[in-house]
């Protein structure tokens, strides 16, 4: 199904002569399943440009979200996330390679504002963003390989390097500090240290790392144009599609793009029943699915409709008397907004002999 969706999202931007790129997202729970994935969805082969990679380090690899040369034709390029690491603060410390890009990226800030550029100065950032490498020479080591890579290919993205600059400036509603105001204060702390942060200051370290994350990805959010976003496993993904929470907001940065559409996968999304105690709650999970379906804006379905329907139905089958006209009116309602792919059972039958 996705590789047939994809296929319509090309030959449907194809016709457009204005456009030059099409991003199609990718996002599923683990980056192996991610590759594994991409390959089977890129039906252009060698015409289109997979790769998965995190949000934070899309300004390390942006650069092969590329323009089509061919006037006749548009650029495919296919990008996948995890949401664990792209989207959620769960992770907070990320990894090496995200903090090496944020060192480099808040030196070069800190410098050009024309804060001091000291080796000591350095050392003391490198030990705040270290994260949980195990000693600040090897971190130093994440940090040089990534400043070659991006000097051999032309830099950072500089839109995303613009934005972040300006975000980590913003001083905080509640707080009035800046993330930048926070980094200068640990650095103030940590200046002289060789190997390790100052006693009592650990937690706080975590906290900032987990914040410039959170800014970064922000800011790398705005550098995709995505046509096509695809969710494998979507239930899985459910702060994704709450704009109330953090990550759903980012998600959602993706999601009201002006030109995204979204297609939700799962093989398995729902249990039809679930006890009381039990601590999934499956209607409720539903409930809130058709409110991301219908969407926030000129909705597609009438929600509240579909949840009287839905609850006549109920109904009507604990009753033991299925009302085949509620039943038909739901089905049209949801088959609005939602489809069933069965496989094949010739399929099916040559596999099991």
């Known amino acids: 199904m996705a590789r ?12 457009d002569p204005a456009v030059n790129r099409t991003d ?6 683990n980056s192996d399943l991610a590759n594994q994935n991409l390959k089977r969805l890129n039906i252009l082969g060698a015409q ?8 934070t380090l899309l300004a390390r690899h942006s650069r092969r979200l590329k323009p089509s040369v061919d006037p006749g034709r548009t650029a495919v390029n296919l990008v996948s996330f995890t949401p664990g690491t792209s989207f959620s603060k769960g992770f907070r410390g990320g990894n090496a390679e995200e903090r090496a890009l944020l060192s480099l990226l808040l030196w070069d800030i800190l410098v050009g504002l024309g804060h001091e550029g000291s080796r000591r100065r350095k050392t003391a950032l490198h030990l705040i963003l270290r994260g949980g490498v195990r000693s600040v020479e090897r971190f130093r080591g994440y940090i040089g390989e990534l400043a070659w890579e991006l000097s051999e290919h032309g830099g950072a993205d500089p839109s995303i390097v613009h934005d972040f600059t300006r975000r980590v400036q913003v001083p905080d509603e ?4 800046s993330l930048l105001d926070r980094v200068v204060t640990l650095m103030d702390l940590t200046e002289g240290r060789r190997k390790h942060l100052p006693t009592g200051i650990g937690d706080e370290a975590w906290q900032l790392i987990g914040d410039l994350r959170s800014a970064l990805a922000e800011s790398s959010v705005a550098v995709l144009k995505p046509d096509l976003i695809i969710l494998d496993e979507f239930q899985r993904f459910r702060e994704l599609m709450n704009p109330d929470t953090e990550a759903g907001e980012l998600a959602h940065h993706l999601f009201d793009h002006s030109s995204a559409r979204v297609l939700l996968l799962s093989a398995t999304p729902y249990k039809p029943f679930t006890y009381g105690e039990e601590e999934e709650d499956h209607a409720r ?3 809130q699915l058709l409110d991301f379906l219908a969407g926030r804006t000129d909705p597609v379905i009438d929600v509240r409709k579909t949840r009287e329907l839905l609850g006549a139905y109920r109904e009507s089958v604990t009753r033991g008397d299925v009302d085949a006209d509620v039943r038909e009116l739901l089905s049209s309602n949801l088959r609005t907004v939602m489809s069933r792919w069965e496989r094949p059972r010739i399929g099916i039958e040559a596999m099991a002999a």
């Open 48 to 55: 289109a440009t997979p790769f998965a990679s995190r949000l």
């Open 174 to 177: 509640r707080t009035g500090v």
């Open 24 to 29: 199609i997202l990718y996002i599923c729970s």
């Open 285 to 287: 999970d539903f409930h």
């Open 4 to 15: 047939g969706v994809i296929a319509r999202t090309i030959e449907r931007i194809d016709r």
